[in-house]
């Protein structure tokens, strides 16, 4: 079967699938009009599939076609592409085995969580009850409502035993303009002891940060590849001396001092980072660095 028949094959067989699942969940009845994929949707599923033939004597894919194909349907999933008509219509591929699919819905189902932004909405007695905002990489936004226990430092995680949920989980938002990106947020650094300071760090896609692993061993901490090249420098500095040393101290608070006094926010950033733990896989600080990184799973 040539190639482009195989695929018209595919997308009309994947049509009536649609329908029948649409007729078992209740959102589509017999007096609807047929669901229809449009362009786009044909092209990527075609993308996807492009490697869906069986070779000779094959009944199911093999494991070199469906890898092929797992690349592609996760790279769709990262990009906002999964519509629900591509995904049907790639699951009621005939030459893939139940096994095979059965991963490519698993794949559907994991999803990577990065704070996105912070704000405080009010306050709940004594403690202040904040909004976070949380972006994953399948696009998608979720939104909670927490009360943080005995200070108004905002930005910077603290584990869950300094919080607590405020309110009801919120739904999950995947079809707004801004679904899936990052906010910017409003950062209130530095210590007594070199300043303090409140910088703004800007918005944008996942992938336009490097991120870090907070208290609570999630992806809390964002950086920007210019404030990274920073907080090397900062490293470089006291490379040659044991971490929070006196002789670390010695190099670090006097250039903290003139950082911080100073305009340049990238570096004020870079700082805050370092002084709080946060760093480079590189770092002298080998007991509890929380290290930044461009994660392999951001397409």
Same mark, same amino acid.
């Given at each position: 079967?040539?190639?482009?028949?195989?695929?018209?094959?595919?997308?009309?067989?994947?049509?009536?699938?649609?329908? *029948?699942?649409?007729?078992?969940?209740? +959102?589509?009845?017999?007096?609807?009009?047929?669901?229809?994929?449009?362009?786009?949707?044909?092209?990527?599923?075609?993308?996807?599939?492009?490697?869906?033939?069986?070779?000779?004597?094959?009944?199911?894919?093999?494991?070199?076609?469906?890898?092929?194909?797992?690349?592609?349907?996760?790279?769709?999933?990262?990009?906002?592409?999964?519509?629900?008509?591509?995904?049907?219509?790639?699951?009621?591929?005939?030459?893939?085995?139940?096994?095979?699919?059965?991963?490519?819905?698993?794949?559907?189902?994991? /999803?990577?969580?990065?704070? /996105?932004?912070?704000?405080?909405?009010?306050?709940?007695?004594?403690?202040?009850?904040?909004?976070?905002?949380?972006?994953?990489?399948?696009?998608?936004?979720?939104?909670? @409502?927490?009360?943080?226990?005995?200070?108004?430092?905002?930005?910077?995680?603290?584990?869950?035993?300094?919080?607590?949920?405020?309110?009801?989980?919120?739904?999950?938002?995947?079809?707004?303009?801004?679904?899936?990106?990052?906010?910017? #947020? #409003?950062?209130?650094?530095?210590?007594?002891?070199?300043?303090?300071?409140?910088?703004?760090?800007?918005?944008?896609?996942?992938?336009?940060?490097?991120?870090?692993?907070? @208290?609570?061993?999630?992806?809390?901490?964002?950086?920007?590849?210019?404030? @990274?090249?920073?907080?090397?420098?900062?490293?470089?500095?006291?490379?040659?001396?044991? @971490?929070?040393?006196?002789?670390?101290?010695?190099? +670090?608070?006097?250039?903290?001092? *003139?950082?911080?006094?100073?305009?340049?926010? &990238?570096?004020?950033?870079?700082?805050?980072?370092?002084?709080?733990?946060?760093?480079?896989?590189?770092?002298?600080?080998?007991?509890?660095?929380?290290?930044?990184?461009?994660? &392999?799973?951001?397409?």
């Amino acid at each position: 079967m040539r190639r482009f028949d195989k695929r018209t094959v595919v997308i009309e067989a994947n049509q009536r699938l649609e329908r *029948e699942f649409l007729k078992s969940k209740g +959102v589509l009845n017999e007096e609807n009009k047929e669901p229809s994929l449009n362009k786009v949707e044909i092209d990527i599923i075609s993308k996807i599939l492009e490697g869906d033939i069986l070779g000779e004597g094959e009944e199911i894919l093999n494991e070199g076609s469906f890898s092929d194909i797992r690349q592609k349907f996760n790279s769709a999933l990262k990009k906002g592409a999964m519509t629900f008509g591509v995904l049907t219509a790639i699951l009621g591929s005939p030459n893939m085995a139940q096994a095979q699919k059965d991963v490519l819905k698993k794949d559907i189902k994991k /999803s990577v969580w990065f704070k /996105s932004e912070v704000e405080k909405v009010g306050n709940r007695g004594k403690d202040s009850e904040y909004m976070h905002r949380w972006v994953n990489d399948l696009g998608q936004d979720s939104t909670e @409502y927490y009360t943080h226990h005995g200070g108004g430092d905002h930005y910077y995680d603290k584990g869950e035993s300094f919080r607590q949920k405020s309110r009801p989980d919120q739904p999950i938002d995947s079809i707004s303009k801004k679904a899936g990106k990052i906010r910017p #947020t #409003t950062l209130n650094i530095g210590d007594q002891s070199m300043g303090s300071a409140t910088v703004i760090m800007k918005g944008g896609d996942i992938d336009d940060f490097l991120w870090a692993k907070g @208290y609570s061993n999630e992806w809390t901490a964002r950086i920007t590849p210019r404030q @990274y090249k920073e907080l090397q420098k900062l490293e470089e500095l006291v490379k040659d001396v044991e @971490y929070r040393s006196d002789d670390f101290w010695k190099i +670090v608070v006097p250039i903290g001092k *003139e950082i911080m006094s100073g305009k340049n926010d &990238n570096k004020k950033i870079a700082l805050d980072y370092f002084i709080k733990d946060y760093g480079t896989p590189q770092s002298t600080n080998k007991t509890n660095n929380k290290a930044f990184y461009s994660p &392999n799973f951001v397409k």
